[in-house]
């Protein structure tokens, strides 16, 4: 079974930086395509960042230029998300997924993390 593990979440204030970690346990772990969701209350999940196997990434319009996704194939299982910039409307739980590049969906979950921004 596949686990993702979160970590780097915590308050801010505005303008501020934080550094999401997510560990997965799979040594095929290269052949996954990573994503950084969040969800904040009463609104619906959003996709903030993902990332190929082969490095390209994606974003959502609303971090484009303040969020940067990346991983780390070699030495450690992980994906990271380096979020810049913060602001009160990133407030939001913020959640780890990855799939099988061959899929179109995320197969497995990490248990969130939270991200409070304050102004």
């Known amino acids: 079974q596949v686990q993702l593990v979160e970590s780097g979440g915590g308050s801010v204030q505005s303008g501020g930086s934080l550094r999401l970690s997510c560990a997965l346990s799979?040594?095929?772990?290269?052949?996954?395509?990573m994503g950084w969701f969040r969800q904040a209350p009463e609104k619906e999940r959003e996709r903030v960042a993902s990332?190929?196997?082969?490095?390209?990434?994606?974003y959502a319009d609303s971090v484009k230029g303040r969020f940067t996704i990346s991983r780390d194939n070699i030495t450690v299982n992980t994906v990271f998300l380096q979020m810049n910039s913060l602001a009160p409307e990133d407030t939001a739980m913020y959640y780890c997924a990855a799939r099988p590049c061959y899929r179109s969906e995320y197969s497995y979950w990490g248990q969130g993390t939270q991200v409070t921004v304050s102004s």
């Open positions: 990332i190929s196997f082969d490095l390209s990434t994606t």
């Open positions: 799979d040594n095929t772990f290269r052949t996954y395509c």
